[in-house]
């Protein structure tokens, strides 16, 4: 399950829950489809934070999966 909010923060926050419970730092494919709904709603490059840190998509055109960038610190903003 992917949960993202961002009230209170300076990005949205991507929390996942796998199925038995467990929560994972990241999760490559769920990081792509919240990039796609962030593009959907206008965001070019959309960054999120999760546990594992900020983390940027790239939306690459219709009909092609999101790539995700290099984790950011967030130091570096």
Do not use: K
């Not at 961002?6 to 730092?25: K, M, T, Y």
């Not at 709904?37 to 934070?49: I, K």
């Not at 939306?59 to 790539?67: F, I, N, S, V």
Request: aromatic residues 4%.
């Amino acid at each position: 399950m992917l949960t993202l909010w961002q009230e209170g923060r300076e990005l949205p926050f991507l929390h996942i829950v796998n199925a038995d419970g467990s929560e994972p730092e990241m999760c490559g494919n769920g990081l792509r489809c919240v990039v796609h709904y962030l593009a959907l709603g206008g965001e070019m490059a959309p960054e999120v934070e999760t546990p594992a840190g900020r983390l940027r998509g790239e939306p690459t055109g219709p009909g092609r999966p999101a790539r995700r960038s290099a984790a950011l610190d967030s130091r570096d903003a």
